[in-house]
C-alpha cells in the first residue's frame, strides 16, 4: 500500500469504521445494533416469504447469529430491547432515520403482537433456535399480547430453547 507523506490509513476510515475498530464502545453498540436489528428484520422477513430449507433463509439465519454472537462475545451480553417507539441494544438506543424506518417500524410492530418487550440472548443460538423464536414473531398465538408472550415461552420451552430469555415490555427513564 502506497501512502502519500503525512497520510495514515485510520484517517481514512469513517467514524463507523473507527467505532467498530473501537470495541467495547457505545459507538460500537450502536453499529453493530444496527447491524444486528438489519440481520434480525432480514432473517424474520426471509422466514414470511420462504419455506424455513430455503437458501435465502438458511443465509439470512446465519448472518443473524454472526452479528448477535460477535455482539454477544464482545460485550459480554446482548440484549434488545423495544421500549415505546425506541429500540435499544445492550442499552444504547438506536437512532431512528429515514435509512431504518422501515426496518424498526416493522420490529416495533413484530414485538408488540407477539408481547415481547426484551430479548436476552445469553449463549450462541443455534440456527434451529433462531427459526423457532423467528416463527413465533411472525405469527403469535393467541388474543391478548399478555397471552402471545404467555405462548412463546411455552413454544421455547417445549422446544429446549435456552439460549434466549424473553420478557414483556417495561416501562422505563429511556422512553421519555
Same mark, same amino acid.
Given at each position: 500500500?502506497t501512502r502519500t507523506s503525512g497520510s495514515h =490509513?485510520?484517517? *481514512? %476510515? ?6 467498530? %475498530? ?19 428484520? $432480514?432473517?424474520?422477513?426471509?422466514? *414470511? ?31 434488545? +430491547? ?5 429500540? /435499544? ?14 426496518? /424498526? ?6 414485538? +408488540?403482537?407477539?408481547?415481547? $418487550? ?9 440456527? *434451529? ?6 416463527? /413465533?414473531?411472525? !405469527? =403469535?398465538?393467541?388474543? !391478548? =399480547?399478555?397471552? +402471545?408472550?404467555?405462548?412463546? %415461552? ?9 439460549? /434466549?430469555?424473553?420478557? =414483556? ?8
Amino acid at each position: 500500500m502506497t501512502r502519500t507523506s503525512g497520510s495514515h =490509513p485510520r484517517a *481514512r %476510515l469513517t467514524t463507523e469504521q473507527r467505532a467498530v %475498530l473501537e470495541k467495547g464502545g457505545e459507538g460500537y453498540v450502536r453499529v453493530m445494533g444496527r447491524n444486528f436489528i438489519y440481520a434480525l428484520y $432480514g432473517a424474520l422477513r426471509n422466514i *414470511r416469504m420462504y419455506p424455513v430449507e430455503n437458501a435465502v433463509v438458511q443465509k439470512a439465519l446465519e448472518e443473524l447469529s454472526t452479528v448477535s454472537e460477535e455482539l454477544r462475545a464482545t460485550e459480554n451480553e446482548l440484549e434488545f +430491547r423495544v421500549s415505546g417507539e425506541f429500540i /435499544f441494544v445492550n442499552s444504547t438506543r438506536l437512532r431512528l432515520d429515514l435509512d431504518n424506518y422501515t426496518t /424498526f417500524s416493522y420490529l416495533l410492530t413484530q414485538c +408488540r403482537n407477539s408481547g415481547v $418487550g426484551v430479548l436476552r440472548v445469553h449463549a450462541k443460538p443455534a440456527a *434451529r433456535d433462531w427459526t423457532v423464536l423467528l416463527s /413465533f414473531l411472525i !405469527a =403469535p398465538q393467541g388474543e !391478548a =399480547p399478555a397471552d +402471545r408472550f404467555e405462548q412463546l %415461552l411455552r413454544r421455547l420451552d417445549t422446544a429446549g430453547i435456552t439460549a /434466549f430469555e424473553v420478557s =414483556p415490555p417495561v416501562a422505563s427513564e429511556d422512553d421519555e
